[in-house]
């Protein structure tokens, strides 16, 4: 049997939101790889093997999928929101890149999913309307340096920006240092969605200006949009208009 290696986006949280296409790679696995809380949330059935692994483990769990459908495997590597976002995609190709040789003839797929920015934005209603950018907070792979420099940089250029993995227990400063780079450059009246586990049953939206922005606000379950200076409110929505005046 020809064995197969399929990343895919389970999105944000809910049923609805996973893509059919992404329904029917894991119909046809054997085998489902992924972090413990992504995999916990496809149905056991016989025939399919669910492999859990812990985070911060992702080059193994990508060179295990690897070698499972090297073998002849029919393998499902599950992220959340979308797998190209922070996630999985990009470890199962460091993965390939680091055992070329090995795995080059592997059928490898990647399907797309609803990215947490995307599923808040569409509940706020429009506020990645025009150009903006995602920055992830975490310091696991890159320098806090480099993160504050695009933050900078980026509200200095007035994108519209989406915040993965703001606050965590172990990171419990940097959001606050982020809120800071924003006020150095941006309005106090400046919008901010803290937007948490979305389209699950705890799914909470806030909506603040920068000035009352604290870092309590957000968790590891939170992504945050901060909107342009163009940004502003509509009714109960946001939203951020598709033109820029001269
Ligand atoms: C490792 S990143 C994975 C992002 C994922 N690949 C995506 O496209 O949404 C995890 C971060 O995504 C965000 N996130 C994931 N699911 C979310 C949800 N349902 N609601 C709000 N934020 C979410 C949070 O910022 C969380 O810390």
Redesign the pocket.
């Given at each position: 049997m020809t064995g197969w290696v399929t990343v895919a986006?389970l999105g944000?949280?809910a049923e609805g939101m996973i893509t059919a296409e992404v329904q029917a790679a894991i119909a046809a696995a054997t085998d489902i790889v992924g972090y413990i809380p992504y995999v916990r949330r496809i149905a056991p059935r016989d025939g399919l093997t669910l492999h859990e692994s812990d985070n911060r483990v992702e080059l193994e769990r990508a060179a295990h999928a690897l070698a499972m459908a090297a073998e002849g495997r029919r393998v499902v590597v599950v992220?959340?929101?979308?797998?190209?976002?922070?996630?999985m995609a990009s470890a199962l190709f460091e993965a390939l890149e680091a055992q070329l040789d090995t795995f080059a003839e592997v059928d490898i797929r990647v399907l797309p999913?609803?990215?947490?920015?995307f599923?808040?934005a569409a509940r706020a209603g429009a506020p990645l309307g025009h150009d903006f950018c995602a920055i992830?907070l975490?310091d696991n792979l890159k320098p806090q340096a480099l993160i504050e420099k695009r933050l900078a940089l980026a509200a200095q250029a007035d994108f519209a920006m989406a915040?993965?993995?703001?606050r965590?227990k172990a990171r419990p400063d940097g959001f606050g240092r982020a809120l800071d780079v924003l006020r150095s450059h941006c309005e106090p009246d400046r919008l901010l969605i803290f937007?948490?586990?979305?389209?699950?049953p705890e799914?909470h939206l806030r909506v603040v200006p920068l000035s009352e922005a604290t870092p309590e606000m957000a968790d590891?379950?939170?992504?945050?949009l901060v909107g342009s200076s163009l940004t502003r409110r509509v009714g109960r929505f946001v939203y951020t208009p598709r033109s820029v005046p001269e």
């Open positions: 986006g944000p949280g992220s959340s929101g979308d797998p190209g976002v922070f996630a999913g609803i990215s947490a920015m599923a808040a992830n975490s915040f993965y993995n703001p965590s937007a948490r586990a979305v389209s699950t799914e590891m379950r939170t992504v945050v």
